[in-house]
Each structure stands twice: as C-alpha cells, then as structure tokens.
C-alpha cells in the first residue's frame, strides 16, 4: 500500500556549507523524502596525530567496541544496508561490499549509485555502510566501522522524487533481497513519519524474521521533524535505536523517544565517509543504528549458534543502565545504553523468544488472522451428517370466513351456546319461582289465611 504520508530519512548531516544549504530543501508531502537535521560545528577536539580519524571516533572507546575486537572483528556475517546506495570506488567500502542491489529501477544494478534529490541523500547510504562496516586504511588509518570484517550487501531506495515505484514496494523487496542473499543483519536508517505501516511490510519483515535475520531500525529525530517515532521503528521484532549525545544524555535534537526504543547510542558528533571519499561530521539515529548494527554483527560472529531473538537479548540485556532512575523499558534510553564488549563477552541466559515480541501475533490480532502470503490455509472442516426434517403439514383448505371451522366451533361457539342456554334456564326459573311466590300469595288473600 503506496504510504502518503511524506518519509524522512533518519538523518546523515556533513558539517559543511553545501549540506547545510541542503537543509532547507523540502519534497512534496506526498513524495518519500530525507529531512535531515541542522549539524552543529565541527569538533574541536584534539586529534591524534597519528590517526586523526579514529580519534574522532569515540564511541570504539567508550562503548566497548574496540574491547569486543580481542574477541571478535563481525566476520562471517553479514550486514544489508538498506538506504540510498553504497558508493563505489571507495578503499575503505570496496572490500567490504560483497553484493547489492537496486530496488528504485532508476540506480545500478549492485546498489553502487548513491541516490537522492540533493547531496545529503546521496551520501546518506555510504555513511550507513562506513559506520558499521568500514575496513580503514593501511597502516591503521583512516575510518574504520563497528564490525570491519563484516561483509555488506548494498541494496540501494528512491527517496523523495527519484523513483516511481511506491516506497513501500521498494522497502519489502529489499527486505526480500536482502534475506534471500545472506544476510545475517539489516540496517533500516530511515522512518517513514508515522507509527502505522502498509501490508506488504506485514509479510517482508515476517519473512526476514523467519528466516533468523536481525532487523534494526532507527528512531528518527526531532531535528528533521520526527516527533514520533514512526515505521519501521514501531514494528514488533525489531530492534530499535534511539541516540546520545557525548556524554551519554537522550540527544534532544539527533534522537526521537518513544516506548518502542530497545537501546541507545551515539548519535551526535559522528563521523561517516562521503561518496567523495571525504570523512564528514554527522548527526542523527541514521549512525547510531549502524553502529548496533555493527555491533549485532560481532555478536553473531562470536555466537554463530544464537538465534536473532537471543542476538537482540543479549545487546538490550548487557546494556549499561541509563544516566537516570527508570522502571524497566525507559521512553528515552530504552533498556539503556548499548555495551559492545558485554554484549560479545557476557553470560547472558537465553531466551524462547524475541524479547522486541513478536510480529506474527501482531498481524493476527491486527490483520483479521492474515499473517502471509505463504501461509498454509487452515484443512476444511469434516462434513457433518444432518437428519431430515419431518415431511411439513398439508396446508388448510380455504373457507369462507362465515362459516365456522371445527376449532371455532370447539373452542368459541359450544362454549358461548353453554352458557347461553345456561343463563336462559336460571332465568327460566326464576321467573317460575316468581310467579309461583305470587300465586300463593294471592289464593292467600282470597281465602283469607
């Protein structure tokens, strides 16, 4: 079902001149369209002389990622990025990107066109790829991603005005594409703006979910003018992710809160690759998805034997309690803050089920019992033998309605003539008695007794 309401990409902001004149580009309300949110000033930190780029790139540090890596690097698993293209021509992507595809019918064929209607779109899916799966360069330079030796499908959407195939349409097939192609992880950095979702996302993500893939989504932000968190980030099954600023505090402006958030991480201060090859500066749930996307990957590889639902347990589990008293699922930092090394490292028990519930039973009680396409129908009831009926009564003979009928005759007249006659005797006799009494009385006076 064609979604109308208009659809924002979660968010990937450069902090330079030309993307902050793409801010003020807005798509008809009826088209899919990225909204990104404002960038503040690039970092003032000091970098390291050394490695500049991974210096910038706090959350390796403070969020156990780099530790996780004494255990594992994310290989043998797979990462779909389902955005607006992966660029090519990229030494630190090129290795990682093993496959791909476009869904738009207007990009290549291997999801290696970055798309969009203006510069901010376009870059959008290759920060995505950078964060979670980046290689770096020689010599430890460079960016470098969550999981650098996972492997990543590159599976490429029309935003905005770019494509003519419905959003939607585009969203499920990818989802079938990416399954279909081995991925163990897909990464979903955009929200379409409003809670609900069309059918056709009813069976794709089932589908995904069947088949033992982790789905991720992001929150959105309010900067970009999510004040809600909005589809796919409120579907059953999937893992969602809000965002933090640097010292760990729900990010007011890179981050939408809601009951549907699983965990939070980084969203402000981020770093990403441009299809330029430039490393930009960036805001927004669009980078702290892969960044526990890229996590889920190094969950995976360390634990090939753990199903998605106990990959999804284990990060919301091993999470750091957030900066605040809470009561369980927390609206702003969900179950809190994402720990990579816990996550890979921790005894976690497992579970029956996923803990982000279950989609399945959600189209059963929301979809009248319609769960997919490929559902086997329900076997056809026994037939069951019923006795005939008694052959009816021959119906009345028509009368006239003067002339009384046998019932009439029982049940009105008889009763009627009874009492008529009845009432004719009494009357009879008192009229003899009376003149009887009279009689007497008179041959009484003549004879004078």
């Not at 969203?171 to 979702?197: E, K, M």
């Amino acid at each position: 079902m064609l979604i109308a309401l208009a659809l924002a990409c979660v968010i990937a902001l450069p902090a330079s001149a030309s993307a902050q004149a793409d801010v003020e580009q807005q798509a008809p309300a009826s088209t899919p369209s990225p909204t990104p949110s404002p960038s503040p000033s690039p970092d003032d930190e000091e970098e390291d002389e050394e490695d500049p780029e991974r210096a910038r790139e706090y959350w390796l540090e403070e969020y156990g990622i780099a530790d996780a890596w004494e255990t594992t690097r994310g290989e043998g698993v797979r990462i779909a990025v389902i955005d607006s293209g992966v660029a090519s021509d990229i030494p630190e992507l090129d290795d990682a990107v093993v496959g791909g595809a476009d869904m738009s019918g207007v990009g290549d064929p291997e999801g290696r066109m970055p798309l969009g209607d203006n510069a901010l779109t376009r870059s959008h899916g290759t920060y995505v790829a950078s964060v979670a799966a980046s290689r770096g360069l020689p010599d430890d330079a460079g960016m470098i991603g969550v999981a650098p030796e996972a492997e990543v499908l590159a599976i490429s959407l029309g935003f905005g005005s770019v494509s003519e195939v419905p959003f939607s349409d585009q969203v499920a097939d990818a989802i079938h594409w990416a399954v279909d192609n081995g991925a163990d992880v897909i990464n979903l950095s955009f929200t379409i703006n409003q809670p609900t979702w069309g059918e056709s996302w009813d069976e794709a993500f089932l589908y995904a979910m069947e088949h033992d893939v982790v789905v991720i989504a992001a929150a959105g932000n309010r900067d970009s003018g999510t004040n809600i968190v909005g589809a796919p980030a409120t579907m059953p099954g999937v893992l969602v992710v809000g965002g933090v600023d640097r010292e760990g505090r729900a990010s007011q402006g890179a981050s939408t809160q809601g009951v549907t958030i699983g965990v939070t991480a980084p969203s402000e201060h981020l770093r990403g690759i441009s299809p330029s090859g430039q490393v930009n500066e960036w805001n927004g749930t669009s980078g702290a998805a892969p960044i526990v996307s890229g996590i889920a990957a190094l969950v995976r590889s360390a634990h090939p034997d753990l199903d998605a639902g106990n990959v999804i347990n284990r990060i919301l589990q091993t999470a750091s309690p957030p900066p605040r008293e809470y009561d369980g699922r927390d609206p702003l930092y969900g179950f809190g803050l994402v720990d990579a090394q816990a996550a890979v490292e921790a005894d976690v028990e497992a579970v029956d089920k996923n803990p982000a519930q279950e989609l399945r039973q959600w189209i059963t009680l929301n979809r009248s019992g319609e769960i997919s396409n490929d559902a086997e129908p329900a076997p056809a009831p026994e037939p069951v033998e019923i006795p005939a009926l008694p052959p009816p009564d021959p119906p009345a003979e028509a009368g006239s309605p003067l002339v009384p009928s046998s019932d009439s005759l029982r049940e009105v007249t008889l009763p009627l003539v009874a009492l008529s006659v009845a009432g004719i005797l009494i009357v009879l006799g008192v009229v003899a008695v009376s003149r009887r009494i009279r009689s007497v009385r008179a041959q009484h006076a003549r004879t004078g007794s």
